[in-house]
């Protein structure tokens, strides 16, 4: 049975001379592996359709225990920065982190118009690539199930701040009640446009605008978040702090 179903590459690989094994972010089945014969040669009509972060609608067959993409056509290609290799790697390290984090053999939309989103607005360069770094990150996250508690501190309930965050354990503490070093005080805006994005749907979640201090710390806390709860590093995000 064949299965039509709309894609984001975030990986791909060649095998041999002529064939790529992709893995693709799927709007009906989340992340799925398969192969794609013959897509590397410059003639293929999946050749384009299959290359690393285009979005393409695919047909997908089930062999073996594994899928087979028989026909492939490219919607949007989103590899073209130019000499922009900042947006390239941010771009690539949406594709890692959406590997890690999106569900297999189960419907993805929201998490696919997400990074749809994030990469039509870093191509187009509308948008701060920090914000889109930290939407990306904490929505994904909390899309996958690392959802924080921004509601108020986690002992007594205090509301007002100063708050501190935890980026271990995803809840917020007040002055009172004895952070720990490795908390994050937060500033007011960060705390608002942290749960801003955990809460808008999906139309509104790029639509906030904050100061240049708010932004950097914002960045810091979504990374640091991430980074804690995923116990793990990511190549694409250590070559995109190399190049700043």
Not at 57 to 62: C, G, R, S, V
Not at 137 to 143: D, H, I, K, N, V
Not at 214 to 224: M, P
Request: hydrophobic share 40%.
């Amino acid at each position: 049975m064949s299965i039509k179903t709309d894609a984001l590459m975030i990986r791909v690989t060649k095998v041999g001379e002529a064939d790529r094994f992709v893995t693709a972010l799927t709007r009906d089945l989340g992340l799925v592996r398969a192969s794609a014969k013959g897509a590397q040669k410059a003639k293929s009509k999946n050749n384009a359709a299959t290359s690393l972060l285009a979005y393409s609608k695919i047909t997908l067959i089930e062999s073996h225990e594994k899928y087979v993409i028989t026909e492939a056509q490219p919607e949007r290609l989103f590899y073209s920065f130019g000499s922009d290799i900042s947006s390239l790697a941010l771009a690539q390290y949406f594709c890692e982190i959406a590997g890690v984090l999106c569900p297999w053999d189960e419907p993805a939309e929201f998490s696919l118009r997400l990074l749809l989103n994030s990469l039509h607005f870093l191509t187009e360069g509308q948008k701060d690539p920090r914000l889109l770094k930290a939407v990306t990150e904490l929505r994904l996250l909390a899309e996958a199930g690392y959802m924080p508690n921004l509601t108020a501190c986690a002992a007594c309930g205090e509301d007002s701040s100063p708050l501190y965050f935890s980026p271990v354990k995803g809840t917020l503490l007040c002055e009172q009640c004895t952070p720990p070093s490795g908390d994050i005080c937060l500033a007011p805006a960060t705390l608002e446009a942290m749960r801003h994005i955990l809460s808008c749907p999906l139309e509104k979640i790029f639509q906030f605008s904050v100061s240049d201090d708010v932004l950097a710390q914002l960045a810091h806390v979504t990374e640091s978040f991430l980074l804690c709860q995923l116990n793990r590093g990511f190549k694409t995000l250590d070559f995109y702090h190399s190049i700043h």
